[in-house]
């Protein structure tokens, strides 16, 4: 099934966690620290920006392209801002995530705060 191709990527799992938790678009290189913070599991305030540069990178040349491409969600470059799609495709995405052990990816979800 298409959804569980999408989730198959822990950054478009983060991305997606991201976004449904913040309901509005975000700036493309703040998602990126996001996820890179989530991904090393520490504050986005610690990550370094070589991490959250490769993390970009991916999101840019993967991850995004490959959302939009789905009708997931909706990328303004002009802007360099991302948002969820409001589309009934979207909503099927996350019925097959519950279906999911690892959604939402909460080994990566570990509130980055509490690590040193």
């Known amino acids: 099934m298409e959804s569980f191709r999408i989730l198959a990527s822990a950054d ?3 991305v997606l966690h991201e976004l449904v938790e913040r309901d509005e678009s975000i700036c493309i290189e703040e998602l990126s620290r996001k996820v890179a913070a989530r991904r090393h ?14 993390a970009q990178i991916r999101l840019v040349h993967d991850s995004l392209p490959q959302l939009q491409e789905k009708g997931v969600t909706n990328l303004n ?5 991302v948002s969820l799609a409001r589309e009934p ?8 995530a519950e279906e999911l052990e690892s959604w939402p990816p909460d080994d990566l979800l570990e509130h980055p705060s509490r690590r040193t």
């Open 12 to 14: 478009r799992q983060l």
């Open 77 to 81: 470059w002009a802007e360099n801002e």
């Open 89 to 96: 495709k979207v909503e099927q995405l996350f019925d097959a």
């Open 41 to 54: 599991q520490i504050s986005s305030q610690r990550i370094n920006d070589t991490k959250v540069e490769r």
